[in-house]
């Protein structure tokens, strides 16, 4: 079911599938900013992901002895997500185990996904609680994919990804499968900006880590149009789209990473996992500003 949320700049919608941003309509120009999912380029639009960041290796991992087949990017986004609380401006979605997670991933939950809209900003917020008796290991993350360009009259070298610092940070480096490799490369050098072009994902997407902007934005050169996105506190942050011709970027703060190639497949240690304790709770968010 499509929920909305609407004040005098923006038109929110989010589906209870995957409690998965589904729209964000600019009232103000009649822009839409979310990808609408063409199903012949990619047919997602923002999945939320969770308990898996990236992919694993062979699909499968190990705890406590026994192997789980899983699929990339984890489960969240396949099952409906109850509305827990609704107001004219939030509206909050949860999920809990079920039998069929449960065969997957061997852990009770409660994830909780709440959206606020305030003036011309979106705030989507995470909270992982863990009913276990045990410690909880998990990864989670955005997968928003922004329209861009934002309008025909412009082409995707019309649009800069702009940090709100000057960055030296590392590339982490995946091989041919999106697994991590171990090593990482230099990227960015005090630099704030990397232009977009329809050539800059030819080899994938990429994985950053030692950021420290708080945002990073999708910037018109020519008007200053702008969408931000709030990363802090990420330890990384991918950027994907679809080669040779880009429709729309991903900007995906994470707390998790893909396996490494030459994982034992032990899930609990897993680069990038995070873990709490049996009633402890992990609390996120990136907020969305558009300008």
Not at 74 to 90: A, L
Not at 179 to 208: A, C, Q, R
């Amino acid at each position: 079911m499509i929920y909305t949320l609407e004040n005098n700049l923006l038109r929110v919608q989010i589906n209870s599938a995957g409690a998965e941003l589904w729209s964000i309509l600019d009232k103000r120009d009649g822009t839409e900013h979310i990808w609408q999912g063409d199903p012949s380029v990619w047919d997602r639009r923002a999945p939320n992901l969770f308990p898996f960041c990236g992919r694993l290796k062979g699909n499968q991992y190990i705890n406590d002895g026994k192997v789980y087949n899983a699929t990339i990017h984890g489960f969240s986004r396949d099952y409906d997500h109850k509305v827990s609380e609704q107001t004219k401006s939030s509206i909050t979605f949860s999920l809990t185990e079920n039998e069929e997670t449960l065969a997957k991933y061997p852990f009770s939950f409660c994830l909780k996904t709440y959206y606020e809209l305030k003036e011309d900003q979106l705030g989507c917020y995470f909270q992982v609680e863990n009913t276990n008796k045990c410690v909880l290991p998990f990864s989670i993350g955005y997968h928003t994919g922004y329209m861009c360009p934002f309008d025909n009259m412009h082409s995707i070298e019309d649009y800069s990804l702009v940090f709100e610092k000057k960055e030296t940070s590392e590339e982490i480096l995946c091989d041919e499968n999106g697994l991590i490799t171990g090593k990482t490369k230099p990227y960015l050098n005090n630099e704030d900006l990397i232009p977009l072009h329809n050539k800059l994902f030819n080899g994938g997407s990429f994985i950053l880590t030692g950021l420290k902007s708080e945002y990073v934005s999708i910037v018109e050169n020519s008007t200053g149009r702008e969408i931000k996105i709030q990363i802090k506190d990420f330890p990384y942050v991918v950027f994907w789209s679809v080669p040779d011709k880009i429709p729309f970027v991903c900007i995906e703060p994470w707390f998790g990473l893909p396996d490494k190639f030459d994982t034992d497949g032990q899930f609990s240690q897993k680069q990038g996992i995070q873990k709490i304790s049996e009633g402890e709770y992990f609390n996120c968010a990136q907020k969305i500003q558009f300008k």
